[in-house]
């Protein structure tokens, strides 16, 4: 007996998550268990309220909906094509269907036993944690606990990867290593590296076996000095037994082979043994330039950068750095501070350089402190890519006298600052949210007005500005001026449930769409597009959420959006599910993001749906979710209905 | 007729082999007219051979799925393969693309396979494309071993195809193949030309055809066989 036909259902299955996730083996078994079904629309495969059943279901072709049922009427909530799995509710939770399952074009479903699959779930915890996580809130909180957010990107991009750090970039280096055989006149010898420009040789045998090294520094202290003759073979100076290791060798093996035999060049053979074949040589230098993409020797660098130009270079080697972390699925709390690590010191050097070119041209430094706010994405160190620069100056009042002058030198500086900015890949800010601005270059005792006339006046276009200035966060200068500001702020904001009204209010402005269904974006109101701005419609409502309610909560110095929600749901015990959902929500959004925009080299905030995988769109999807249900919290607790 | 009839009265004959007294008596009482088309097993098969000569040419394998209420159990599918010795003729090779031995060695001979066939399928009613021909195979088979012939119902998907496009088969040439139905009924071809990858897509193509005629009121089995066949 074959398996022609069981076959064929593993290869359609084996596309799709989380089927994509299992082993062949395992995927084989259930693929010879499946049921074919062939479905009629307006068929009902399961009825909210229904028993679970004793199958999950997976859409092979045709289309079917997920239908929300209150009182009569229905509302769609998930439309499923091709390789969608649905009905999984019997799998994770031992409650009835919270939907009803509805044909609506001819279907083939495949459909799972439930008990077969669960032994799959608990050896194979990523697709647990992938069904659980593609299940809306309050299920599979067993499964939920595992992991933390993450995109599931496919095995083949893994593997892509694993570039920057390992191995393989100093291999590409010393492919085809220098040899010569043991006979070699060391005067040879040192020709041929000449010639090849490098800074050892490997002696090896007819066989090609390393039998020992010789190093530059060899040719130096022993033939330069006369000690040994040019006319002897080689292996008078060379070092012997040759230290050796594998191909697939971390950094950090090498970096610990090195110091423990205090040797700077290792020889990579084909087994790691001597015994074996040399293919290639890694020395102190490859490993240097392996790891001068390492977070905390780029921060070191910023220090030493002189120009835009130079600071450029280091944010693109971070932006490296920035691919394998999003690849390798490094934890977005990770990520982000790096990232704004680099960043802030980015600014910090590029401040630095401007007030010393200050100086150079004969502009007094003026007696007034300041304090350089990052604002918007920066401000919330959510900056994974560059985007548009936001930020802001406040200088220490100054008697009026002083004002100008004051004011004119830091006009100048923040020009001179958005200009290096600029050099480094921040684009200006089209709506001129910047220190070189005047009207966001201003005095303490200004800025405090400023703030206080947005919140008592809130009109939408204070509202605006408040979304981008309220992520403010000091990054250089006088960080207690940013510090006053806060509690200013705090003070009034109190009994102004009207101003924290607007914010929400203009936090539901956008709320996200309903789901993808083939090669479009699908409104609740059951229009088609083409196109997906995830900034708009899946981030931007959850950083502003997330604004309001921590402003309401009277929380400052927590920027981050995920770390606002981390914090609310510490504070509001009844909402903390919800509040762990949005946080969750809006790491995987950033990291798609990030990982959209390292593709296409742009800022990752619009793409067409057909670019995404099966996985990738469900991943999405699920990020509705808590965002519809936050929208729903601020309704309801702002009573947005009255302001509308 | 009559003799027919008296054979059927005194029951199998006592030197019927097992498997084929067992499949004489699964069709006591299991069908009737009224039974709905839900509740009726339907065995959807294919079997390839090495040419298309009813007397001279051998089956190759035998891919079978049952359908039952609009579902395909996949954990109960036949597929077959034969050990072969006769030498096929050139043409089939082209369509079938198997080489006796070479494809899949099969590990069972002609007469196993169709007796696997016969207790897989019992009294279901046979479906097949252009079913005629594979019953004829089975059938010639059969013969040889035991001097006996299927007596299942049939349904033929070309028949039953151009019942739903009602038209009679000479009137839509070139359109009742099983190539350009799959086209037709958005279904995906691989593993075309493997008795089991023909069986299932056959198995699909048939729940179509089922599920349009069901429209127009075609709701036992009775009802399902009373169309044209050819």
Redesign the interface.
Known sequence: ??????R??Y?FLKEFPPFNLLGREVLMRI??????????PDEVIFRQGDAPGTHIYIVR?GAVHLLREINGESLMVEQCDEGDVFGIRPLLASDNYALTAKVVE?S?VY?INVEGFREVLENNPRVAFYLASTFAAGIGEKYRKEGKPMLFLEQDKMVDANFPLVEIQSLEKSKDPVTCLPDTLIRQAAAVMSNHEVGSIIVVDEERRPVGIVTDKDLRSKVATGAVSLEKPITAIMSSPVITVGPSITVADVQIEMVKNRINHLCITEDGTPGSRVIGVLSEHDLMVVQGNNPALLIREVRRCKNGGELRNIRERAEELLKKYIYQEVAIAFISTVMSEVNDELITQAIRLCQAEMDEEGHQRPSAGFCWLALGSEGRQEQLLRTDQDNALIFEDVPEEDYDPTKGYYLKLAEKVTRVLHEIGYEYCPGEMMASNPSWCLSLEEWKKQFSKWIFEPSPKAVMYCTIFFDYRPIYGLKELSGQLTEHIFEIIGGQAIFLGFLAKDAMQNPPPLTFFRNFVVESSGEHKDEFDIKARAMMPLADSARVLILDAKVGKINNTFRRFEKLAELEPKNKELYELAADAYEILMRYRALQGLKNKDSGRYFNPSELSKMERVNLRNCFQPIKELQSLLSTRYQLAYLR | MLFDWIAKMLGPAPDHPEFWRQYLSSFDGVLGKRTPIEEVCFVVFDTEATGLDVKKDRILSIGAVKVRNWQISLSACLDCYVKQSYQPVGETIAVHGILPGARSPGDMEEIEAVQHFVKYCHASVLVGHHVAFDISMINQALKGLIGQKLVNKRLDTAALAARVAEKKGYEVPGTLGLDALCKKYDIPMSDRHTAAGDAFITAVLFMKLLARLKKRGVNTLGELMRGPSF
């Open positions: 007996m074959e398996n022609t036909i069981p064929r259902i290869d693929s010879e268990n499946i049921l074919v079904q062939y479905r009629q072709e001819e083939l459909a």
